[in-house]
């Protein structure tokens, strides 16, 4: 079945440490997306990537960094600098709807993320 | 900027109908989504309006009214299973913008 596969699904770190949170799809999608989710809010977009070897940031990127060398991979690195980063993270990949022609998300079950 | 507004929290009983609002201030605007999520798991898609009108889909059924920033989302013959967290959210440029989702908690 094809899907998205976050990993790991808890993660705990301590207060200056780097993170790196993966996310690979077997969809076959261009477009891969980080968001946060915290309590009360609703998700923000961290950083996104519409093709390989490119991305670009989303409204709340500091403090985050991310690559896309492959197609099927987009890791994100929470690090030292994000003040906050105690969270949970959502992949996401699209591609067009071929009934409405809407890019249509598909994310990942997520990765929450506890810095001690 | 985007900004989007749904009631924080919504009660209903199995069995019955409920309407969940969504109202928008967007600078550009490239279709509206409606998500479902329950408790600790990923979203998952439910409907999606680019046009004026109502958009059916079995149980659930989505309108949306561009030229008033408005849509709803309308659950029928609520279940137990459809108490979970609801998504709108709001495709701009070339980004998803959501808003922070209602809760709606279905009693028998």
């Known amino acids: 079945d094809g899907g998205i596969t976050q990993s790991p699904k808890y993660l705990f770190r301590k207060e200056g440490q780097n993170v790196t949170l993966s996310c690979e799809q077997n969809?076959?999608?261009?477009?891969m997306y980080w968001y946060r989710q915290d309590p009360g809010q609703g998700l923000r977009l961290i950083y996104y990537s519409q093709i390989v070897n490119d991305f670009q940031k989303g409204d709340i990127a500091e403090g985050y960094s991310v690559s896309r060398e492959k197609k099927e991979s987009f890791p994100l690195t929470v690090t030292s600098a994000q003040k906050n980063p105690t969270a949970f993270y959502l992949c996401a990949s699209s591609i067009a709807d071929r009934r409405s022609g809407a890019n249509v998300l598909t994310f990942g079950a997520g990765s929450r993320l506890t810095v001690l | 900027g985007q900004n989007i507004d749904q009631p924080t929290e919504m009660t209903a009983t199995e069995g019955a109908i409920v309407q969940i609002n969504c109202t928008y201030q967007t600078s550009g605007f490239n279709g509206l989504f409606w998500y479902q999520q329950h408790a600790g798991e990923a979203p998952t898609f439910l409907s999606y309006?680019?046009?004026?009108g109502l958009e059916e889909k079995g149980r659930f059924s989505s309108f949306l009214s561009r030229s008033k920033g408005y849509s709803y989302l309308l659950l029928k013959e609520l279940q137990m299973k459809d108490s979970a967290s609801y998504l709108c959210?709001?495709?701009?440029?070339?980004?998803?913008?959501f808003g922070k989702g209602t809760m709606l908690l279905v009693s028998p």
């Open positions: 309006n680019v046009l004026d």
């Open positions: 959210a709001v495709r701009g440029y070339s980004t998803l913008t």
């Open positions: 969809l076959n999608h261009d477009a």
